[in-house]
């Protein structure tokens, strides 16, 4: 009996190990070619086999003008006849991530359409081979282990027997690594000589021949200082409003390149000339002046906020929107209050779009007068950021009622009418 699998131009023959159904597929096959008008490619054909001799299949093979083939094989994309618990089946796909994540296509896409790459590369190459399989949890070989073994060597431990001594309470952390059996004796040294106790924000290093001490883990000498710890408070006030500001900033309704440069903004990474000064990519101190105004280092609160070319363009938006805004020297800070004043969450969308339009807008402005030596003309940059904010906030719906003589008289009200859908409209 012969049965098949068929999808598109990819064709499986099933049947049992005999002369007589070789015969019948081959038949089948001249018969298509007969009929269709079409050829097959032999060479891209394999014959496999479960259970039977080697000499065997190499002979009915030849008989097919088939390659030899041997499991796993891969059938639109997927490995049959695998063994989808080890870890070395999914391999492929690890290596496909490097073929299509490699340097080289970074540096010729923007910071855009890097993250574009990378989303579509992480989320689109698994979801096949995860619909017909099960990823493994990672054994003993996988990274899990890859990085403890570089850290701890391999081999037990004596601290192992306290572990599992001491299992209920011991931490997950602690349980997983003793699970792996893999920290060398001679490596954890420092488990018994300079061993430390996470106690809140200090530790307590304990140490043989001399007494334990206190040491403040935000220094690096371990001492205390008002200084570190306002920056430790700061720190974690800023990472609390940290989940809101950046699902702002990666609001789909943005194109992702002006959201990758909002991102960049409020981290305060992008290439300023005080941030290429920073990190030595310019020596000169002269270089790091704004390349708009020549009055003051070019960092990003200045060239964004208190640049006197930002300021018009800042007030001229104020007054048409009929709003008041108070700037202050920090991106983050700004940004974090900017459209604060809604409390709609949908009409806060427009008003990030307005400051993405703003930010993006000085940028391009800036480049050009840095690489083309063009004049900024504050009047036509207006009009372009109004021109631009509207194509972006009505590119969000295809529906949107105002023209963009309506925008340039009232953006506010074209802002707060919205529709059931919660869109801007």
């Not at 023959?13 to 008008?37: H, L, P």
């Not at 789909?252 to 305060?268: E, H, I, R």
Request: aromatic share 12%.
């Amino acid at each position: 009996m012969v049965s098949h699998l068929q999808f598109a131009d990819d064709t499986i023959f099933f049947g049992e190990a005999s002369e007589n159904n070789i015969e019948v597929i081959k038949g089948i096959m001249r018969t298509f070619e007969m009929v269709s008008g079409l050829k097959i490619d032999f060479a891209k054909s394999q014959l496999m086999g479960v259970g039977i001799e080697e000499s065997w299949r190499v002979e009915m093979a030849f008989r097919l003008c088939f390659k030899e083939g041997d499991f796993p094989f891969k059938y639109l994309g997927i490995p049959i006849g695998g063994n989808n618990r080890r870890v070395a089946m999914w391999q492929p796909m690890v290596d496909s991530f490097k073929r299509k994540l490699t340097s080289w296509k970074g540096r010729h896409l923007s910071m855009g359409g890097r993250i574009t790459l990378i989303n579509s590369v992480l989320s689109s190459l698994p979801v096949f081979l995860m619909s017909a399989y099960v990823i493994p949890k990672e054994n003993k070989e996988g990274l899990w282990k890859s990085i403890i073994t570089k850290k701890y060597g391999k081999g037990g431990g004596h601290w192992q027997d306290w572990v599992k001594e001491h299992r209920a309470t011991s931490s997950i952390w602690w349980r997983d690594v003793c699970s792996l059996n893999t920290v060398d004796r001679e490596k954890v040294g420092w488990l018994t000589e300079g061993f430390r106790i996470s106690i809140g924000e200090a530790d307590v290093k304990i140490s043989q021949g001399k007494p334990d001490e206190w040491e403040w883990v935000h220094d690096k000498d371990g001492h205390y200082s008002t200084k570190t710890a306002y920056s430790l408070l700061t720190q974690e006030q800023r990472g609390s409003r940290g989940t809101e500001i950046f699902r702002r900033i990666w609001n789909p309704l943005f194109p992702s390149k002006v959201s990758a440069f909002n991102w960049q903004l409020v981290l305060d990474r992008i290439p300023t000339r005080m941030n290429l000064l920073r990190r030595g990519i310019t020596k000169d101190m002269e270089e790091g002046r704004c390349a708009i105004c020549g009055e003051a280092d070019e960092n990003a609160g200045h060239l964004f906020l208190n640049c006197k070319c930002a300021r018009w363009i800042w007030k001229a938006c104020a007054k048409w929107w009929g709003a008041k805004i108070l700037f202050g020297t920090d991106c983050w800070n700004t940004f974090q209050n900017f459209g604060a004043w809604t409390k709609n969450k949908h009409t806060r969308e427009g008003w990030d779009c307005i400051w993405n339009t703003v930010i993006w807008s000085i940028w391009l402005s800036r480049n050009q007068k840095i690489f083309q030596d063009k004049e900024i003309n504050l009047g036509k940059l207006f009009e372009l950021i109004q021109l631009r904010s509207f194509l972006w906030i009505k590119a969000t719906n295809d529906r949107y009622a105002f023209s963009l003589t309506d925008w340039l008289i009232n953006p506010i009200i074209c802002l707060k009418v919205t529709n059931g859908s919660g869109r801007l409209h």
